[in-house]
């Protein structure tokens, strides 16, 4: 998260940080047998069309095709996920959308992984 000049934005990402602080916590949510069911904010569901890994998708790389050109697309933004069978399910997902449109696309293996075109 970065802060930003815009006094509101900043106060939205200082809630969200206590709200997932919290979380982390054990502070929200209703102790279910090592499980915890936990309220989340209307402004950060992802709603749409019932295809879940496309409506992530858009919901946090919007216009993605355009979007790649830029260098710094991907690196302002990120898909939490809590298994790595989930994020190869949506690292494929989107190499399967950009792919046919790009066909020279090269993924970098280090640790700033970006895509280039």
Do not use: C, H
């Amino acid at each position: 998260m970065q802060f930003s000049s815009d006094g509101g934005e900043n106060e939205g990402l200082r809630e969200f940080a206590r709200w997932t602080l919290d979380i982390g916590d054990g502070k929200l949510g209703v102790l279910n047998d090592g499980e915890a069911l936990v309220e989340i904010p209307p402004d950060l569901l992802v709603t749409g069309s019932g295809n879940y890994l496309a409506d992530i998708v858009e919901a946090t790389y919007p216009d993605i095709l355009n979007g790649m050109r830029d260098s710094t697309f991907f690196q302002q933004r990120a898909i939490l996920a809590p298994t790595l069978e989930i994020v190869e399910r949506v690292n494929n997902f989107v190499m399967d959308f950009v792919t046919p449109r790009f066909p020279n696309i090269k993924i970098s293996q280090n640790n700033n992984q970006s895509f280039t075109t």
